[in-house]
């Protein structure tokens, strides 16, 4: 680059920054103004309102004055926010105004206009942008072309022209540190640069370097489902984030970040990305797992079985009574065809076979299942089953204030009479005297009205006092007794649920007359013993969570959310047809955004989101489908990707990002004493040559518990332990589950066990894979025996070995 070019662009900067520096010094005493004077209007609100509701005309008056004060406060503090909003922005940009140039000629204009791209807008006079926020159209250029003929879609349709120029800036407090004149879309110097630095505790923002694929998916804003398969460390929880930001920036008239939910796959990633939207001056979406939703919803009726409980059994019970099963039973629970023969299921339930508990009061039926069952099969067949049950509700509450009425001459109410407390009695004596007011008012106007109109009146008009006393607190006691069954009766208790989802599983031939299922697992008898068995102990298979809340459902009418305006599932290979079905139906509104990588599929339940007949696609039909592949992948150094994609059937589609590191190394010593020794000892290298965050990855939680305690034993002191109760993701050295590794990545890596024994059947071959990817510059695996096949099976150029042999 030029002398001449980086002079005048470091001219440029300082010039942008003095004028920023300006508006910044400029807007602060607006900003702490405004700050006062809403603070000044809450302090003296009521002041400024004089409550007086002694006629209408007051009250009315009242009433307005505080409706005006209100919007008035509002108001302010919208201004403050909007304000406040610009200010920080401009901070923000201060130190690094802008990342990217491109100079632009409209086609039909005689010059070409410099745009300067950053994370916001910085507008002069209202009219000139001295940088454009990276969302607006005109910076999708940027990211998608190359210099020569370009073009941009704007609101009104699209601009064409060219591209003259395309450069790159690293800035730092106000220095140019680099620049680069690109002529690909976005270089890979800056990349190269990006991707060399260690890992964080946090997730960072690419906005600098977003790739023309990744574009695609920030800005999709066709289709009603996006679906994302990408490669390990391709960028699609970064791209997620950022389409966020730019969903928000877009319709930020409409969208609020709180109408846009994240499905994460634990709760340590939240944490993880939780800094990249307030780095883009934006709100946090909302951000969920399923299980939080499901624990949510099934909590205080059935304990729900966790997905890590059901995945740490899948890893660690083989051989033992029933596992077979269990497995055909989460394969074939998550599946399509048991989704339709629940649908079924409902058909039949329409007819025949509801199950209903009992109203019981003190120790009797007050309305027997029976009753119930006959109402509803009274009700007319073709009504959906939710119809009629919300008839029946309707009809439980009718009788039930029949039966509270008759209740209230019961004997046992005439006990409960004589051991009132005096609280009680005083309340129902203040009723009483608030009636016998109103009663005197009467009187006095039926006396007055037998006086002139000269006749007697009918009536004896004597207010019983102790008869209505007692009247009251009879009826007050069976009310507060009734209160809870009214309660339940409006929660659909009478519907017996549990009953309802284990009567799918008692045998066989039950199964096929009520579902209409064709094929069904081999091990069917099993299963169902084991399902009715955990229904029984009130527990739920993690499998059968969905399934029995789609039931519930079904009958008792769906929950939705229609304020939820985008739907975002990260790690969506892990989510079943059945776990997608509800989500639709609990966002009507929304639309869905789902990334995964079918290669990280390590769930029994997977789906393959880009498949020719994934259910995914099904969700929302084709038309309204766009589905993209990313197959770059940017985590991971070149060795590593090579390393990883060879132990996938697929895997030489993956493309590695061109950056150099070592090969990955492999150490094999027979003794589980001695290889920890050497583990320790590779560790401390590792962070002597200044990798900050270092995972020691295992297969399951048991296994990282006895890892964490022989590698202290040896000298590792300060090694955390991360289990699925860690809210909070830090650096340093860790010991974790692959599964709770999922989506987070460390600057190097050390499986710690990665034998045959351990990585041998080919369901562990992408819990290998998953562990192996989560490594930025180094990789390291260990074995005391046969090294697993899917890393026997690799080429040998593409590691290293070091092993007993070879050091003695
Ligand atoms: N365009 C980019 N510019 C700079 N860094 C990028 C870019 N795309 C991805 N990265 C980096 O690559 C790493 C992996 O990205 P990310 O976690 O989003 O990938 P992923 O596809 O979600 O991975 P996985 O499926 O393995 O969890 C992150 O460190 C991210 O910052």
């Known amino acids: 680059m030029e002398t001449k070019d980086w002079r005048l662009e470091q001219e440029r900067l300082e010039w942008v920054r003095e004028k920023l520096q300006a508006r910044i010094t400029e807007l602060e005493p607006e900003v702490e103004g405004m700050q006062d004077q809403a603070t000044e209007i809450r302090k003296h609100f009521w002041e400024e309102v004089t409550i007086n509701t002694s006629t209408h005309e007051d009250f009315e008056e009242t009433f307005y004055t505080i409706n005006q004060q209100s919007a008035v406060l509002a108001e302010r503090e919208r201004g403050h926010k909007r304000l406040t909003q610009q200010w920080n922005n401009m901070k923000r940009l201060l130190p690094s105004p802008y990342f990217g140039r491109i100079d632009f000629q409209e086609k039909g204009l005689k010059f070409s206009e410099q745009i300067y791209i950053g994370v916001s807008s910085f507008v002069e006079d209202g009219l000139s942008f001295l940088i454009y926020d990276w969302r607006t159209p005109i910076a999708s250029m940027y990211y998608d072309s190359s210099p020569g003929v370009a073009s941009y879609v704007t609101p009104i349709g699209p601009i064409d022209g060219t591209m003259d120029l395309k450069r790159q800036f690293q800035i730092h407090n106000g220095q140019i540190r680099n620049m680069f004149d690109a002529s690909e879309t976005i270089g890979d110097d800056l990349l190269q640069q990006v991707l060399g630095k260690g890992a964080d505790s946090q997730m960072k923002s690419i906005v600098a370097t977003i790739q023309r694929e990744q574009n695609a998916i920030i800005r999709n804003d066709k289709s009603r489902m996006l679906i994302v398969q990408g490669a390990a460390g391709s960028g699609k929880t970064s791209a997620a984030l950022q389409r966020v930001a730019y969903l928000l920036y877009k319709h930020r008239q409409t969208i609020s970040a709180d109408q846009i939910v994240l499905f994460s796959p634990n709760p340590m990633f939240a944490s993880y990305i939780s800094t990249v939207l307030p780095e883009l001056g934006e709100e946090n979406m909302q951000q969920t797992t399923f299980q939080e939703y499901l624990d949510y919803w099934l909590g205080s009726s059935l304990r729900p079985e966790g997905a890590f409980d059901q995945i740490e059994y899948v890893l660690t019970e083989h051989g033992a009574p029933g596992y077979e099963a269990r497995l055909q039973g989460i394969e074939y629970k998550a599946s399509d065809a048991f989704l339709q023969a629940l649908q079924n299921y409902g058909n039949w339930l329409g007819q025949e076979g509801m199950r209903f508990n009992s109203i019981r009061f003190r120790n009797r039926d007050l309305i027997t299942a029976e009753q119930m069952r006959a109402k509803f099969y009274g009700y007319d067949h073709s009504l959906p089953l ?358 987070v990545e460390f600057d190097a890596v050390l499986i710690y066990d990665a034998s045959s024994g351990m990585y041998g059947l080919d369901n562990e071959r992408k819990l290998l894979y998953t562990a192996c990817t989560r490594a930025m510059h180094r990789l390291h695996l260990y074995t005391t025996g046969d090294w697993s096949p899917f890393v026997q099976a690799l080429p040998v150029n593409l590691y290293e070995e070091w092993n007993s042999y070879t050091s003695e």
């Open 386 to 743: 939710q119809n009629r049950i919300v008839l029946l509700q309707d009809w439980l509450l009718n009788e039930l204030s029949t039966l509270e009425r008759m209740e209230r001459e019961a004997p046992w109410v005439q006990e409960e009479l004589n051991y009132l407390d005096t609280e009680q009695y005083e309340e129902v004596f203040g009723m009483l005297h608030k009636d016998r007011e109103v009663f005197d008012v009467a009187e006095q106007y039926a006396t007055v009205r037998e006086k002139m109109t000269n006749k007697r009146r009918q009536d004896e008009g004597d207010f019983d006092f102790g008869q209505k006393e007692e009247e009251l607190l009879r009826r007050k006691i069976v009310k507060e007794r009734f209160s809870p069954l009214r309660k339940s009766i409006k929660k659909f208790s009478f519907v017996d649920i549990k009953g309802i989802y284990g009567e799918l599983f008692v045998d066989e031939a039950a199964y096929r007359e009520k579902t209409n299922a064709v094929v069904i697992p081999s091990l069917w008898t099993e299963i169902c013993k084991q399902t009715r068995e955990s229904l029984l102990r009130n527990e739920l298979f993690h499998e059968d969570a969905t399934p029995y809340l789609y039931v519930k459902e079904m009958i008792e009418g769906v929950r939705t959310n229609t304020e939820i305006k985008y739907v975002f599932v990260d790690e969506g290979q892990d989510y079943s047809s059945f776990q997608y079905e509800y989500l639709k139906k609990l966002f009507p509104r929304a639309r869905m955004t789902v990334l995964g990588d079918f290669g990280q599929a390590i769930f029994t339940q997977a789906t393959n989101l880009a498949a020719a007949d994934s259910p995914l696609v099904r969700l929302f039909g084709e038309a309204e489908t766009s589905l993209i592949s990313l197959v770059r992948s940017y985590r991971s150094t070149r060795e590593i990707v090579e390393f990883t994609r060879a132990m996938l059937p697929d895997g030489d589609e993956i493309v590695p990002f061109e950056r150099k590191g070592q090969k990955p190394l492999l150490t094999r010593i027979n003794d589980r004493e001695k290889l920890n020794v050497q583990m320790v000892a590779n560790i401390a290298a590792l962070r002597a040559e200044g990798f900050d965050s270092i995972a020691i990855i295992t297969k399951t939680a048991a296994e990282s518990q006895k890892a964490h305690e022989s590698l202290r034993i040896q000298g590792g002191e300060d090694l955390q332990l991360i289990t699925k109760e860690t809210f909070n993701f830090e650096k340093g050295v860790m010991v974790i589950p692959v599964y709770l590794a999922k989506g």
